[in-house]
């Protein structure tokens, strides 16, 4: 195997606080190289020092037998390394041969005269499009496709221009269980084709599975890189943590009541969701399942009252409403924290402790709307204290300084300050460490032990399982099936998610 | 490619802010010179230091403008700007512009002075819509009652107000962009001026009135008069009504963007809109309540220049909205929302002022003086986003 890129004693540091400290590794062709680690663990710096975004206070790189040192990510781009992020960088109101192009069209002709060559613009698409397995006119507008889909012109973008290095940053944040199976799949001939790879994810379960070698990182350190053989799931979480986790889920210490705190009735909109029909009891966390697309995050707006529906009702203890807004659905101390914490959980340039008093500012109006500031900042971080979120000064930091699962405890913060008692929580997990998550498990547990509802909304079933008292899995926009603690399974949950017998099982 | 060796960056660049400022405290000892500047640059006083640079640096070559008269002069032509830029900084911190602050100046004027004025001519005014029936040889519409300015500025208030909340209206309910309403606004609202008056200045107002734009509190007696070029009066007005008025307004300002529930609303809304709906905040009560304001800070203006000049102008303001925006945007409030201070403000309007006043006294054309204007302006804009730049990497590099 010859190596395409090695790292040797990589070291940068931020403010004098070390976010990678001497790391070596080296990822040959054929080989992935799968990497984890906690948020701020040091993955995304190093990724940065590869792609040229950062440079290195000492250490040194090497690429392909020559010293590479970026300067820019032009730089990186030209040594033929390409970066597949969580966010996708497509431009999705082009068509998916021009964005594969966008670098530079063939053309023909010359001088004023100089036009694209259509035709091998097409050729070319299909040849790159045929490679990763996607059967797609190149002419598609990008906006059509679905994320697994654009994951994967990115991946036929990067054989178009020829990468021998192909980073993967949560490419499978957006994806249906089917979708990346089929990106595992093309990964892996990548790799026999003699690419190589390095994988970033939180999901160990997959870079146990993909990974030839792993890398593990904790406080910008290199603290385990041996053959994927030698760890179990067990193994890199201890690893991650600097600790052993017992469990992935907290033990869940209260049981369901049988006040039925939120009811929906016959919950329609036509072409979203269709006759939806729940009971939300008290101290109970009830888990909605199901796959991108099947309803489940605009149930759970509609029910705010972020968005219309156009028929049924809400019952919010014991009220029937026909329509809700957001005010009145705080007011009736109903919180939601939604699946997208930048565009919609946070104010990401203002300071911590208003982005918890949000909600609740009303309540710090004395006379003449004026803000007891005192008083806000004491409930603001008594608020942030109880989920022990990292900050500095909560007065003067902007919330998006912080961390991906210190940013989630924030949103938490805030709606706990309204002292909800129904908890829609979408996604509420997603894209932070096991440390954080299993902080928001915690929190999730004693709310439901504190009598609220927790309405859990996520696409990774495992951690319903672990925290849910029932389960209803909602598909096209309906309810598809229904399961107590008893009756959990995954076959059968995702058989209902999936609709028996039409979809491939994971 | 380069080498790791030939590379070096410079020690400012990651200096820390606010929590990390411990962290960054070697590198900045490292270079003491570059941080200051970043400090200075930062602060919120930037605007005002660069004032007081500016004024002391150009009083050397033009020994006038440290005349008291003028430093007087100057100051009489701070307040109407700045109670009208006070209204844009609450626009611009929730995301919006509000492009018809000129209009509703000149539509307020227009009809205060239709309202209260003593006489009008019949040659001149024969020609608008009103004449006859509304207004007469025998003045405006309430000219014989003894309340008439009260009524008349009332009314004033009234419809700016009245024209904001339209324009908020607008904006929220049929989710109209801001530029496009309140360009309209502009646009409809000075041809109305222009209609109402036949296009003539309204004169013949009453000194209860005009007292508001040029009625002193305080004077100073500052001697006689020194250089022939400014005319002025001996004694010169120190508080006078309209600052009075403009600082009153300022202060309230200030207090409601940085005290109140409403101004953190508005802050968070011109930050994220969809987590502000989300968080419960009456977003649409908040964006019309704040054009409603922007109309009337338009409106006070109207009545400080109007009284100030005397006359109702109904091209009151239409080469106003340059020195609008660009004090306010000097004074580091964002374009892009969520950003800014009546402080700033204030220190921008006199960085305005001061600026007009020295290429006055530099004589320059006024088609030079407009394009220095545009260029400050746009410096301004340039620094904003530096300054926002410096904070960021202070956060997070």
Redesign the interface.
């Known amino acids: 195997m010859t190596t395409v890129l090695e790292t040797r004693g990589l070291t940068k540091s931020f403010f004098g606080v070390a976010a990678v400290k001497d790391v070596s590794i080296k990822v040959s062709r054929g080989e992935i190289l799968g990497l984890i680690g906690q948020n701020g663990a040091g993955k995304s710096t190093l990724m940065n020092l590869i792609g040229g975004v950062v440079q290195p206070d000492s250490g040194e790189m090497v690429y392909q037998g020559q010293r590479y040192a970026p300067r820019s990510p032009a730089d990186a781009n030209a040594a033929r390394i390409a970066f597949i992020h969580q966010e996708l960088n497509l431009f999705t109101n082009l068509t998916i041969a021009e964005n594969i192009f966008i670098e530079g069209f063939p053309t023909r002709g010359r001088g004023p005269f100089q036009f694209v060559d259509r035709a091998t613009v097409r050729h070319r698409t299909r040849e790159v499009l045929d490679a990763v397995g996607l059967d797609l006119s190149p002419d598609m507008q990008v906006d059509r496709l679905s994320p697994g889909e654009r994951q994967l012109v990115e991946i036929a973008k990067a054989l178009y221009l020829d990468a021998s290095l192909i980073i993967l940053d949560e490419p499978t944040t957006s994806l249906t269980t089917r979708e990346t199976e089929k990106l595992f799949e093309i990964m892996r001939r990548l790799r026999d084709q003699g690419k190589a790879l390095i994988y970033i994810s939180h999901i160990l379960a997959d870079v146990l599975n993909i990974a030839d070698t792993i890398a593990i990182m904790r406080d910008g350190e290199l603290v385990a890189y041996e053959p994927a053989a030698n760890f179990d799931v067990n193994r890199m979480i201890s690893l991650m943590v600097g600790r052993s986790i017992e469990q992935l889920y907290p033990p869940r210490t209260s049981r369901p009541g049988r006040d039925v705190l939120l009811e929906l009735r016959g919950i329609s909109a036509k072409g979203i969701v269709e006759n939806i029909n729940l009971k939300l009891r008290q101290g109970e966390v009830l888990g909605v399942f199901g796959l991108m697309g099947s309803g489940r995050t605009e149930l759970a707006r509609m029910v705010f009252g972020l968005d219309p529906f156009e028929s049924g009702e809400i019952v919010i203890n014991g009220t029937p409403l026909k329509r809700t807004t957001a005010r009145r659905s705080i007011n009736s101390r109903m919180a939601f924290v939604t699946e997208n914490r930048r565009e919609e959980g946070l104010l990401m340039n203002i300071n911590i402790a208003d982005n918890i008093a949000l909600v609740s500012l009303p309540q710090f109006a004395r006379a003449l709307m004026l803000i007891d500031q005192r008083e806000l900042v004491d409930s603001a971080s008594s608020a942030a204290n109880a989920l022990q979120l990292k900050s500095g000064n909560i007065v003067v930091q902007p919330a998006k300084s912080l961390s991906g699962g210190n940013q989630q405890k924030v949103v938490v913060a805030k709606w706990l300050l309204s002292q909800p008692t129904i908890f829609i929580m979408d996604e509420p997990t997603r894209g932070i460490d096991v440390g954080a998550k299993y902080e928001i498990y915690s929190i999730i547990d004693q709310l439901a032990a504190s009598g609220s509802g927790v309405l859990f909304i996520s696409s990774e079933l495992e951690e319903l399982m672990g925290m849910c008292d029932r389960i209803v899995v909602m598909s096209r926009g309906e309810i598809y099936g229904e399961f107590t603690r008893e009756q959990f399974n995954e076959k059968d949950i995702l058989q209902a998610a999936f609709r028996e017998g039409e979809g491939v099982l994971a | 490619?380069?080498?790791?060796d030939d590379?070096v960056?410079p020690a400012a660049v990651?200096i820390?802010l606010?929590?990390?400022a411990g962290?960054?405290a070697?590198q900045r000892a490292a270079n003491p010179l570059l941080a200051f500047l970043r400090r200075v640059l930062l602060s919120d006083y930037f605007i005002l230091y660069l004032t007081l640079v500016f004024f002391v640096g150009a009083s050397a070559f033009f020994p006038t403008l440290s005349a008291p008269g003028n430093i007087s002069n100057q100051f009489s032509n701070m307040w109407p700007l700045l109670a009208v830029a006070v209204g844009q900084t609450f626009v611009l911190i929730i995301g919006g512009i509000d492009l018809s602050q000129g209009s509703v100046m000149a539509i307020t004027s227009v009809v205060g002075a239709l309202i209260f004025t003593q006489v009008l001519d019949a040659p001149t005014f024969d020609k608008s819509p009103l004449w006859g029936t509304l207004i007469n040889e025998q003045g405006g519409i309430l000219a014989s009652n003894p309340n008439a300015v009260l009524f008349g500025v009332l009314a004033m208030l009234g419809l700016g107000a009245l024209i904001g909340l339209w324009n908020g209206f607008a904006i929220t309910r049929f989710r109209m962009a801001p530029f496009m309403v309140t360009l309209v606004s502009m646009i409809f609202f000075s041809a109305f001026a222009l209609w109402l008056t036949a296009s003539r200045n309204v004169s013949g107002l009453p000194e209860d009135f005009t007292r508001l734009g040029t009625g002193d509190i305080i004077s100073v007696y500052l001697g006689p008069k020194l250089t022939p070029e400014i005319p002025r009066r001996e004694i010169l007005p120190f508080i006078s009504y309209p600052m009075v008025i403009a600082v009153g307004l300022a202060v309230a300002a200030h207090?409601i963007l940085t005290?109140?529930?409403?101004g953190?609303?508005m802050?968070?809304i011109g930050?994220?809109r969809?987590?502000?709906?989300?968080?419960?905040?009456?977003s649409g009560r908040v964006v019309m309540l704040v054009y409603m304001f922007s109309g009337f800070c338009a409106a006070v203006a109207a009545i400080l220049y109007s009284a100030r000049l005397g006359i109702g102008l109904p091209s009151l303001g239409s080469n106003l909205l340059l020195d609008i925006i660009g004090a306010t945007v000097i004074g580091g409030t964002s374009l892009f929302g969520?950003?800014g201070s009546v402080k700033g403000t204030f220190f921008g309007v006199a960085f305005f002022v001061l600026l007009l006043n020295i290429l006055n006294a530099m004589r320059l054309s006024p088609f030079v003086i407009d394009a220095v204007k545009g260029v400050v302006i746009l410096l301004a804009a340039l620094l904003d986003i530096t300054r926002s730049r410096l904070i960021n990497r202070g956060?997070?590099?």
């Open positions: 490619m380069s080498t790791i590379r960056q990651n820390a606010g929590p990390q962290a960054g070697s207090i005290r109140t529930v409403f953190r609303q802050f968070s930050t994220n969809r987590t502000s709906q989300v968080s419960g905040v009456p969520g950003k956060v997070r590099a």
